[in-house]
C-alpha cells in the first residue's frame, strides 16, 4: 500500500465476517440436537471440512492455509475473519475506514427450509455479530441476519436487532419453501419498519433457493452442472427485484425505502433495465402488467443501490447504472477479496472514472446508504 492513501475514506459495502464453525453446535445443539448447523469432518465417504447449514451439507475453509503454514500476511487475514481486533489492524493496514459486515455460514443457514432452525440461528449469529462490531461501532458494521420463513418473527427481530445497532436488514434474496412471496402485502410492516429507520433492505447472493456449487456440489456428477447453476445463482436476484420490488409495488408503496443487490456485480444491470422497460411498454397489453409511478428502469437508478467488489466491465455501464447507486465491497475475507492492497487496487480498477464517480462508489455512497 501506498504511504499516500489515494482515497480518503475507503468503506467496503460488502465484506463477511468467518462465524467460529461451532457458533450454533455450542448454543443450540442441547435444543435442537443433530439440526443445529455444525461441523462435519467427513461427507459422501470423503474427509475434509464440512459444515451441515440444517438442510444441506456444504464445503468450508477450502483455501484455508493451515497455521503453520501460513505467512504474516496470511495470519492477518485469516484471523481478521472472526476476530474484530485484527480486523480493525487488517484496516488500518489496508487504508480502509470501514466495513458492512455480512455473514458467511449463516447466509447459508438462512436459505434452509426448517423455520425453527433458520431463525434460532439467526439470533444466535445476531447476538454474536453485534459483540463482534463492538470492539469499534465506527469500523464494524452490522446487519441483521433475517430469515423471513415467519414475517411477524422478521419484523420482531430486526426491532430487536436495531435496538442493538444493526443498520440493515439482511433478507433472503427468495423466501424459503412455505414462506409467502415477497409480493404478498403481509410483508408491508416489515419494509414500513426499514423504511422509517433508513434502513436498507438487503439481498444478498446465496441467501435465496438457488444452489451454489462453489459451496453444495461435491462429486463429478454435481460438477456438470456447475456452469447451469452458477448462472441460477447470479440470476435469481432480478426474478426478487423485477416482480416484487418492482412491479410487485413494494417500491411504490414505500418511497422511502432502499434496496442493496449484494454481491452481483454491475454489468447486467442495463440489459435488465432494457427487459423492464420493455415489460412496462411493449408487453403490458399481453400480461397485464400493473401501472407504476416511475419508468421501470428509473427504479434500477434511483431506488435500488448495487454492490460490485471486482467487475471489469464497470466503467463502460456505470453511465448507465449511474455512480451513485453503486458501492464498492471487498468481499473480504472470500476468495476474491483483494486484501491489505485496497487502496492501489481501488486506483487502478476505477482509473477511467471522474474524481467524485470515484469517491462515490469507495465509500460515500456506502456512507449515505447506511447512515454512517
Given at each position: 500500500m501506498s504511504h499516500e492513501p489515494l482515497f480518503e475514506r475507503v468503506i467496503s459495502g460488502d465484506s463477511h465476517v468467518r462465524e467460529p464453525v461451532d457458533l450454533w453446535s455450542k448454543t443450540l445443539a442441547s435444543q435442537l440436537g443433530d439440526r443445529a448447523p455444525h461441523a462435519v469432518s467427513e461427507h459422501g465417504?470423503?474427509?475434509?471440512?464440512?459444515?451441515?447449514?440444517?438442510?444441506?451439507?456444504?464445503?468450508?475453509?477450502?483455501?484455508?492455509?493451515?497455521?503453520?503454514?501460513?505467512?504474516e500476511e496470511e495470519d492477518l487475514l485469516t484471523r481478521a475473519g472472526f476476530d474484530p481486533h485484527v480486523r480493525i489492524e487488517f484496516q488500518r493496514r489496508a487504508g480502509i475506514a470501514a466495513e458492512i459486515l455480512y455473514p458467511s455460514?449463516?447466509?447459508?443457514?438462512?436459505?434452509?427450509?426448517?423455520?425453527?432452525?433458520?431463525?434460532?440461528?439467526?439470533?444466535?449469529?445476531n447476538d454474536w455479530i453485534v459483540e463482534y462490531v463492538s470492539a469499534d461501532p465506527k469500523?464494524?458494521?452490522?446487519?441483521?441476519?433475517?430469515?423471513?420463513?415467519?414475517?411477524?418473527?422478521?419484523?420482531?427481530?430486526?426491532?430487536?436487532?436495531?435496538?442493538?445497532?444493526?443498520?440493515?436488514?439482511l433478507v433472503n434474496v427468495v423466501p424459503p419453501p412455505g414462506a409467502r412471496p415477497y409480493i404478498d402485502r403481509a410483508y408491508d410492516p416489515l419494509?414500513?419498519?426499514?423504511?422509517?429507520?433508513?434502513?436498507?433492505?438487503?439481498l444478498h447472493i446465496i441467501t435465496g433457493?438457488?444452489?451454489?456449487?462453489?459451496?453444495?456440489?461435491?462429486t463429478a456428477?454435481?460438477?456438470?452442472?456447475?456452469?447451469?447453476?452458477?448462472?441460477?445463482?447470479?440470476?435469481?436476484?432480478?426474478?426478487?427485484?423485477?416482480?416484487?420490488?418492482?412491479?410487485?409495488?413494494?417500491?411504490?408503496?414505500?418511497?422511502?425505502?432502499?434496496?442493496?443487490?449484494?454481491?452481483?456485480e454491475i454489468s447486467w444491470i442495463p440489459h435488465f433495465m432494457f427487459r423492464l422497460d420493455q415489460l412496462q411498454d411493449?408487453?403490458?397489453?399481453?400480461?397485464?402488467?400493473?401501472?407504476?409511478?416511475?419508468?421501470?428502469?428509473?427504479?434500477?437508478?434511483?431506488?435500488?443501490?448495487?454492490?460490485?467488489?471486482?467487475?471489469?466491465?464497470?466503467?463502460?455501464v456505470l453511465p448507465r447504472v449511474g455512480a451513485n447507486q453503486v458501492l464498492w465491497g471487498s468481499?473480504?475475507?472470500?476468495?476474491?477479496?483483494?486484501?491489505?492492497?485496497?487502496?492501489?487496487?481501488?486506483?487502478?480498477?476505477?482509473?477511467?472514472?471522474?474524481?467524485?464517480?470515484?469517491v462515490s462508489i469507495v465509500g460515500g455512497n456506502a456512507a449515505r446508504l447506511f447512515g454512517l
Amino acid at each position: 500500500m501506498s504511504h499516500e492513501p489515494l482515497f480518503e475514506r475507503v468503506i467496503s459495502g460488502d465484506s463477511h465476517v468467518r462465524e467460529p464453525v461451532d457458533l450454533w453446535s455450542k448454543t443450540l445443539a442441547s435444543q435442537l440436537g443433530d439440526r443445529a448447523p455444525h461441523a462435519v469432518s467427513e461427507h459422501g465417504g470423503r474427509p475434509g471440512r464440512f459444515f451441515f447449514t440444517g438442510q444441506r451439507m456444504s464445503k468450508h475453509g477450502v483455501q484455508e492455509t493451515p497455521d503453520t503454514e501460513r505467512s504474516e500476511e496470511e495470519d492477518l487475514l485469516t484471523r481478521a475473519g472472526f476476530d474484530p481486533h485484527v480486523r480493525i489492524e487488517f484496516q488500518r493496514r489496508a487504508g480502509i475506514a470501514a466495513e458492512i459486515l455480512y455473514p458467511s455460514l449463516m447466509a447459508q443457514i438462512m436459505a434452509i427450509e426448517n423455520a425453527e432452525v433458520a431463525q434460532k440461528s439467526a439470533q444466535v449469529y445476531n447476538d454474536w455479530i453485534v459483540e463482534y462490531v463492538s470492539a469499534d461501532p465506527k469500523r464494524l458494521i452490522a446487519v441483521a441476519a433475517l430469515p423471513v420463513h415467519d414475517i411477524e418473527w422478521a419484523c420482531t427481530e430486526i426491532i430487536r436487532m436495531t435496538g442493538r445497532g444493526c443498520r440493515g436488514a439482511l433478507v433472503n434474496v427468495v423466501p424459503p419453501p412455505g414462506a409467502r412471496p415477497y409480493i404478498d402485502r403481509a410483508y408491508d410492516p416489515l419494509w414500513a419498519f426499514c423504511q422509517d429507520q433508513h434502513m436498507p433492505v438487503i439481498l444478498h447472493i446465496i441467501t435465496g433457493q438457488e444452489i451454489d456449487p462453489l459451496l453444495y456440489f461435491h462429486t463429478a456428477a454435481d460438477y456438470t452442472r456447475a456452469p447451469r447453476a452458477m448462472f441460477a445463482v447470479w440470476n435469481e436476484v432480478q426474478e426478487t427485484v423485477a416482480n416484487d420490488f418492482i412491479f410487485g409495488g413494494i417500491l411504490d408503496r414505500f418511497p422511502g425505502l432502499n434496496v442493496l443487490c449484494g454481491e452481483y456485480e454491475i454489468s447486467w444491470i442495463p440489459h435488465f433495465m432494457f427487459r423492464l422497460d420493455q415489460l412496462q411498454d411493449d408487453f403490458a397489453a399481453y400480461i397485464k402488467m400493473p401501472p407504476l409511478k416511475m419508468r421501470a428502469s428509473d427504479y434500477m437508478r434511483h431506488r435500488v443501490f448495487h454492490g460490485m467488489i471486482d467487475d471489469p466491465i464497470a466503467a463502460d455501464v456505470l453511465p448507465r447504472v449511474g455512480a451513485n447507486q453503486v458501492l464498492w465491497g471487498s468481499d473480504f475475507p472470500h476468495v476474491r477479496s483483494i486484501g491489505l492492497g485496497t487502496q492501489g487496487k481501488l486506483g487502478e480498477m476505477l482509473s477511467g472514472l471522474s474524481r467524485s464517480d470515484q469517491v462515490s462508489i469507495v465509500g460515500g455512497n456506502a456512507a449515505r446508504l447506511f447512515g454512517l
